[in-house]
């Protein structure tokens, strides 16, 4: 079934008459849904080409009706499960278990919620908002904290309070509350109200909720009132510096018109006029593949791609076509995304005399967007079509500086702004698909007889004068190094496969140094997809002087981003950094660059053939279309391909659904590393190395994902000083295991018109333990050896401003992806999602990309001597990799926080679906409360009465 982007688009056009706040409604109403497809169409002039198109055709098909016929197939809403059935599969659907599982959920929350109802005259105080303690500090919470409750009636009817009992999902919860009863089996009256004292205790931080029960009696039928318990514990200032600055509302885009005449031009800043040898041509999207990519339904296009595009298995003559596409389909949505950060009504602010103006873009200084000097910003007068473009100049902080025409006019104007998505990566890729090489298959589909070495070489053979010494301790690095140094010519790319902590970039060094040792005509490309990780390949080679060693870096790079000692190894043209000459690039016998400016060789002139050896450190991090750009447009016959990476950790950042449907998430060095040649023990040793050998973690935080990843095979070797350091510590929950799960129960939230999420209640939890850490003086530890890694950009910036009011700013906090390849003392991960606003159906897509197994795999080995988990283990459970690591804390008594709502003894099915699972605890919960009334009380006949009005937009909250 198509899937439904309904969240931007306006429920009362979805599924009503239409919408009659569409002036200020901030959702979109230029939209059509087919009932037939289930599908939304977005503008809804595209109508017309979703009837057209396969999906709809064959939905037609098989409804048994025509194409040429008109109307659509009668069909109706089943408002329980929130689809649309066909009217003569009703039936079916009615009676299919998982209607029935949904529609009994359905009726025990109705029955649920409606207990919180007064009734039968009786009225019990805290109606409005439940018992809620508030925020209390840690100190009250662990002194106790109390409130009074009242229960009062208003008739004569005899009637009799029974008990009272506290209920809560999370077991433990329900031991944190405690009733002070009145004598069970007393008499109600008019003018004599009970009074009870609710008092919570507890000595941990955290959102705590329960559920409090009343049970009456009258005329020998049992009634309930309930009560919801709520208490924050934790420091009040902390809590009102973190909460949402405003609602969460979904931003509205800027209106945008076409031009009403010419674009005019402002001026490109200054850069070094460099002679390139080769034009790179644009490589524009097609316009047939453009019009499919504006049907906007994922699996409508998905549909017709695999129709068109991607009929045939990947294959030599298709790779061309198959990544060519593949970009374009990645640039289309890189497009949309910068839509998000369209402004609208703005002003610019003239900078001195000439014809800068300064604007002001939140969220500049972190990338959100990201801008860099050169790049094209358009300015249209709101309501019109009168457009400019500037050329960005110079980036300040969170001001970006632009050079506008001379007829741009700033005083008293406001502007609509759209940025434009920089193409030169993406033609890089385009070039290097197209660049013709002798040996195809060698490079891009080797087969058995490309292997790089006749037989495995051991360390024993080895008779290399070493630079490192500590690698003449290590087996694996040895054998690596000594295999790429007798690499055959014309053979597949060799791999070092790195795990987590293995020392592949040291290896990586030692074989570029031993190259350029042995041979003085040797040249080295030596690539990484980042400048983070290409900068640590050139400071490990800095014993090479600067005739030698050369540091390559795009124009426009920030000048403050590239590290101090490696500026001599540059080459700064203006303000900008440039490129030499072309005779002295081909003096230097090291090159080091990023892939996608790693063209640069290409372009200038240098011949084939230049490079005798090109290595791709972090392969795995890179598309096979980012790789190719360092390797095929230079490589011939006698170049050496070196990878390393890890297969098992992240792999690109692809941000098309689409295109990560077709592939393009999958690496080059993946995709190479799953062909026969290097399968198992038939390539380990000819055409990769694995190193196994792990210098980074102890023991307890390496063994998980050594299991899950890594067959079992990494060996601790670490060096006790650093992996042991908190053994002992009081801040652990087991004094001889260094990993901790902190079950609490949070609360999503989301502000203003970001759409990322953070949760409070885990971002106080986290500077605690940091906190914790660093006054524990017999385990001492600086805020530069800890890291706190977090899957969402709001719970960064919320931690970020947490830790920077205690003066904390050296703790570095960042997502999974700017973590890989790094290490510290300390990791400490906010997984941010809670079960507090969990919508069971659709528990795994509340999951997120949590669930995905490399981004775990990282986050798990950034830790070498403590890993902390703080997060809500009752919506992890549903995931069986999160599931078995909370098994394992919690078996060697790590755990810390809520109990478990699952056994943790039982096996974990790898392809279990856990979210039924998570369906009977919610049930279970409800229907407890249910299974005290007497049988005789028709509850499913009082749950009609609501069920007509459910529907998708009010039944999202347990």
């Known amino acids: 079934m198509a899937s439904i982007p309904v969240d931007k688009f306006c429920p009362e056009v979805l599924y009503g008459e239409g919408c009659a706040y569409i002036d200020s409604c901030p959702l979109e109403h230029d939209v059509y849904i087919c009932e037939l497809c289930v599908v939304v169409i977005s503008p809804a002039s595209k109508h017309g080409y979703h009837i057209r198109g396969p999906l709809h055709r064959q939905n037609l098909r098989l409804a048994g009706e025509l194409p040429g016929r008109s109307g659509a197939v009668d069909r109706r809403r089943c408002t329980v499960c929130s689809m649309s059935v066909p009217a003569d599969a009703w039936g079916i659907h009615l009676s299919a278990p998982t209607h029935k599982k949904h529609e009994q959920l359905a009726i025990l929350r109705a029955d649920y919620e409606q207990a919180e109802e007064d009734k039968q005259g009786v009225s019990v105080s805290h109606a409005e908002d439940g018992i809620s303690f508030g925020v209390v500090s840690l100190e009250q919470a662990m002194e106790g904290v109390k409130t009074e409750v009242t229960v009062t009636t208003e008739t004569t009817q005899w009637t009799t309070f029974l008990r009272t009992q506290v209920r809560s999902r999370i077991s433990n919860h329900e031991e944190l509350f405690t009733v002070t009863p009145h004598q069970k089996n007393s008499a109600l009256k008019p003018d004599q109200p009970l009074v009870f004292t609710v008092a919570f205790r507890h000595n941990q931080l955290g959102r705590y909720n329960a559920r409090l029960e009343f049970t009456f009696q009258t005329a020998g039928r049992k009634f309930i009132i309930a009560r919801r318990l709520l208490v924050a514990v934790g420091d009040y200032d902390e809590r009102e510096l973190l909460k949402p600055v405003m609602p969460f509302a979904r931003s509205r885009h800027a209106p945008w018109y076409d031009p009403d005449g010419p674009v005019l031009r402002g001026e490109a800043p200054q850069r070094e006029n460099i002679k390139w040898a080769r034009d790179m041509p644009h490589f524009f999207i097609p316009g047939e593949l453009a019009e499919i990519l504006r049907m906007r339904s994922p699996q409508d296009i998905i549909d017709l791609l695999r129709e068109r595009c991607f009929y045939e298995e990947l294959s030599q003559a298709n790779h061309l076509d198959h990544f060519a596409t593949l970009l374009w389909i990645e640039e289309d949505r890189m497009t949309l995304d910068l839509r998000m950060y369209d402004m609208a009504d703005v002003e610019f602010t003239r900078e001195g005399k000439g014809y800068l103006h300064s604007l002001h873009v939140h969220g500049l200084a972190e990338k959100r967007p990201s ?7 358009l300015v249209q007068t709101p309501g019109t079509g009168q457009t400019f473009k500037g050329l960005v100049h110079e980036i300040q902080d969170e001001r970006v500086l632009v050079h506008f025409h001379t007829s741009f006019n700033a005083t008293g104007m406001r502007y609509n702004v759209r940025f434009q998505l920089n193409r030169t990566t993406l033609r890089r890729q385009h070039q290097a698909l197209v ?14 007889g490309f292997e790089g070495l006749d037989r495995p070489l051991t360390a024993a053979e080895s008779t290399l004068e070493l630079f490192n010494s500590r690698i003449g301790t290590n087996p694996e690095q040895l054998q690596a190094v000594n295999s790429i140094l007798h690499l055959k010519t014309g053979s597949a790319p060799f791999v070092v496969f790195g795990p987590p902590g293995t020392g592949k970039t040291m290896t990586i060094v030692e074989a570029i140094q031993q190259i350029i040792y042995r041979d003085p005509k040797a040249r080295v490309l030596a690539c990484a997809p980042s400048n983070s990780a290409a900068d640590i390949l050139a400071q490990r080679l ?19 981003s590239v590290p101090s000692e490696l500026m001599p190894y540059t080459y700064r043209s203006g303000r900008n950094f440039g490129l030499p000459s072309l005779d002295q690039l081909a003096k230097y016998k090291v090159i080091v660059s990023t892939c996608l400016n790693a063209s640069f060789g290409y372009n200038i002139g240098l011949p084939e053939g230049h490079f005798t050896h090109i290595f791709v450190d972090e392969a795995g991090q890179a598309s096979e279309a980012e790789v190719l750009v360092a390797i095929k447009p230079l490589a011939l016959e006698n ?8 297969p098992k950790q992240l792999g690109p950042v692809i941000r098309s659904s689409i295109a990560r449907e077709f592939g393009l998430e999958k690496s080059y060095l993946e995709r190479l590393m799953d062909r026969p040649l290097y399968s198992g023990e038939h390539g380990r040793g000819t055409t990769y190395v694995k190193l196994t050998k792990n210098y980074r973690s102890h023991k307890a935080i390496l063994r998980y994902p050594n299991e899950k990843f890594y067959d079992g095979e990494l060996e601790v070797c670490g060096a006790a000083s650093s992996i042991d350091a908190f053994l002992g510590s009081p801040q652990l929950a087991s004094p001889e295991f260094p990993v901790m799960f902190h079950a609490i129960s949070g609360r999503n939230e989301r502000e203003a018109s970001s759409p990322s999420y953070f949760n409070v209640d885990e971002a106080i939890q986290v500077k605690a333990y940091i906190t914790s850490l660093l006054n524990d003086k017999r385990h001492p530890v600086e805020p530069c050896d800890i890291g706190v890694i977090v899957p969402y950009h709001a719970q960064v910036r919320k931690i970020r401003r947490l830790l920077k009011e205690g003066g904390l700013v050296d703790v570095k906090v960042g997502s999974v992806e700017e973590f890989q390849g790094q290490e510290r003392r300390v990791i400490i991960v906010s997984t941010v999602r809670s079960s507090a606003d969990l919508l069971v159906y659709d528990a795994k897509f509340t999951l997120g990309f949590l669930s995905n197994a490399r981004r775990f795999n990282v986050a798990m080995t950034r830790a070498k001597a403590l890993l902390v988990v703080v997060g809500d283990a009752a919506i992890l459970c549903v995931d069986p990799l999160w599931r078995g690591f909370m098994n394992y804390v919690y078996q060697h008594k790590g755990w810390r926080g809520d109990t478990p709502t699952w056994d943790v003894n039982a096996p974990v099915c790898v392809d279990a679906d856990y979210v039924d699972e998570l369906r009977d605890v919610i049930a279970a919960e409800m229907n407890s409360v249910i299974a005290t009334l007497p049988p005789e009380q028709d509850l499913e006949a009082e749950a009609n009465v609501e069920r007509g009005q459910w529907g998708p937009s009010n039944s999202t909250n347990w």
């Open 639 to 646: 170049t050496r391909i070196i990878l390393s990476g890890d």
């Open 435 to 448: 660049a013709k090489i002798p040996s195809p298959q060698r490079l891009l589909f080797p087969v058995p």
């Open 371 to 377: 801008v860099t000097i050169g790049d094209t910003i």
């Open 542 to 560: 800095l014993a090479l002087t600067q005739e030698e060693l050369f540091r390559c870096n795009a124009g426009f790079r920030e000048v403050g």
